[in-house]
């Protein structure tokens, strides 16, 4: 208001002239001789685009859609090689992940509308199922091995990775069992913040690190620590808890050498130039990786047309599918993903911040911290700044088990957003939805106008 006043007081100290050519100021109007007044009004513009009370809603759905599409073009331009190396097809890979989201997304849309209810009386199923599903990896003959970790569970055809069901389940688990304790008044002794959610979360890393998943671990104390971070935790707590982790992690780094390899590599002591006696393999991944995002420019080298996939990044549909994204679509690419990433940690903590209830507010909080530090871990192994732990670029990385966990988890995330203030009151005004007019038009729904279907 105040830019507008002296942008006003300024038109009429100037004045008009009946001489001057007509309409260059009453055309564009005094504001159009102010920047700063037009750059207000877009900043005000904005900031009501995202004060709407679906905006959290309509951003999880739209960044959750563009991050599917990205990754079944990138599963298919990087699989397709590694499917033909194996004697298969070159749509192997790419029709797997399809089958995948094509069951994710019912389950994603069930769980949009379902109530928080229903995900409160899951969250001791979810977490009894995470701990025997891992506990299973580690019987020979039941679980499954790769590269000398055993993570996987055969089903059929399929492999499951319980590991990626056990973030849900702490995030779900987590936020009801602290919703209760706020319910009863018992969150002002930090002692109940941590029991017993420290040591379910002990038992659950504990079962990970047994199929040597320490980028999973990870992701599961990220969890914990917002879980504690939302419910208040005393900050000397919450400080000796990350020491303590962080002591934790070291122990678990110096304790396997191939990990303490890595670890050295990352920080530069060990030579990763060609020798006589073959390359450094504890450094080949991260030189490799760096070249593929160096060699794609600004605008990339092409869809499809990468020459690292061709036998030299290993796991290039996996933990490294960035590297192929940079490699084939360059700096604007790699961008873009890191945007939508970060456009999902702000509407996942809107989510958070204007959720009704505090299981809502918790569990909100829980399951952004997971995806967007997963994403962030991801990334910065491929670039340099991490360590490389193992884990994949959620939603784009290919695996059956880390899509639909993910999608479910964000399919709770759009239901506490249709719980946000207003939200209700926006879908009604809205009109009836796609899905309901589909549902209509099959006998199954109710008109508009309430009267039954046709």
């Known amino acids: 208001m105040y830019v507008r006043t002296v942008s006003d007081s300024a038109g009429d100290a100037l004045g008009t002239d009946e001489d001057e050519e007509p309409g260059l100021y009453a055309a564009d109007g005094p ?43 990138m599963v298919l331009s ?28 019912p389950m994603m849309w069930l769980a949009a509308r379902s109530s928080p209810r229903l995900f409160r009386a899951a969250a001791y199923p979810l977490i009894a199922i995470s701990m025997i599903g891992l506990g ?20 059929g055809p399929v492999t499951f990775q319980p590991s990626e069901l056990a973030k849900l389940a702490l995030a779900v688990w987590g936020a009801d069992l602290l919703a209760r304790k706020e319910k009863l008044g018992l969150l002002a002794d930090w002692r109940h913040m941590l029991v017993p959610l420290m040591p379910g979360t002990g ?35 919450f400080t000796a808890l990350l020491i303590l982790m962080g002591l934790v992690l070291l122990l678990l ?83 873009c993903v890191t945007v939508l990433y970060g456009g999902l940690a ?18 909100a909080a829980a399951i952004t911290a997971w995806i967007v530090m997963q994403a962030v871990v991801n990334i910065g192994a491929v670039i340099g700044v991490l360590p490389i732990t193992g884990v994949p670029l959620p939603l784009v990385s290919k695996g059956l088990s880390s899509v639909l966990v993910t999608m479910l988890a964000l399919g709770m995330l759009m239901s506490f957003a249709r719980r946000e203030p207003g939200a209700a009151e926006a879908f009604a005004a809205r009109g009836p939805s796609v899905s309901s007019r ?14 039954p279907g046709p």
């Open 31 to 73: 504001a159009a001789a102010s920047p700063v007044s037009v750059f207000g009004e877009r900043v005000r513009a904005w900031r009501a685009l995202l004060d709407r009370p679906l905006t959290s809603y309509y951003l999880i759905v739209g960044i959750t859609t563009l991050l599917l599409s990205l990754g079944l073009v």
């Open 78 to 105: 990087t699989g397709s090689v590694s499917d033909l190396a194996y004697g298969l097809s070159p749509y192997h890979d790419f029709m797997w992940q399809f089958l995948g989201i094509a069951v994710g997304v």
């Open 136 to 155: 299973l990896t580690l019987i020979h003959g039941v679980g499954v091995s790769q590269n000398g970790a055993s993570r996987w569970i055969a089903m």
């Open 203 to 237: 038992v659950l890393a504990m079962l990970v690190m047994g199929g040597d998943d320490l980028g999973t671990t990870f992701i599961l104390l990220c969890i914990f620590l917002a879980l504690l971070w939302i419910a208040g935790t005393p900050g000397r707590v």
């Open 253 to 335: 780094i110096v304790t396997a050498s191939y990990r303490l390899k890595r670890i050295v590599g990352f920080l530069g002591t060990q030579n990763t130039q060609n020798t006589s006696a073959g390359q450094n393999w504890a450094t080949w991944q991260a030189v490799q990786g760096k070249d593929a995002l160096g060699s794609g420019g600004i605008f990339g080298v092409g869809l499809g047309a990468s020459r690292e996939k061709w036998g030299w990044l290993p796991n290039s549909t996996s933990d490294f599918i960035f590297a192929i994204i940079g490699e084939e679509l360059g700096l604007v690419g790699t961008l």
């Open 346 to 363: 702000y509407a996942g903590l809107r989510v958070a911040r204007r959720a009704p209830d505090t299981f809502s507010r918790l569990a």
């Open 438 to 451: 589909v549902l209509s038009w099959l006998g199954l729904g109710t008109r508009h106008d309430g009267g």
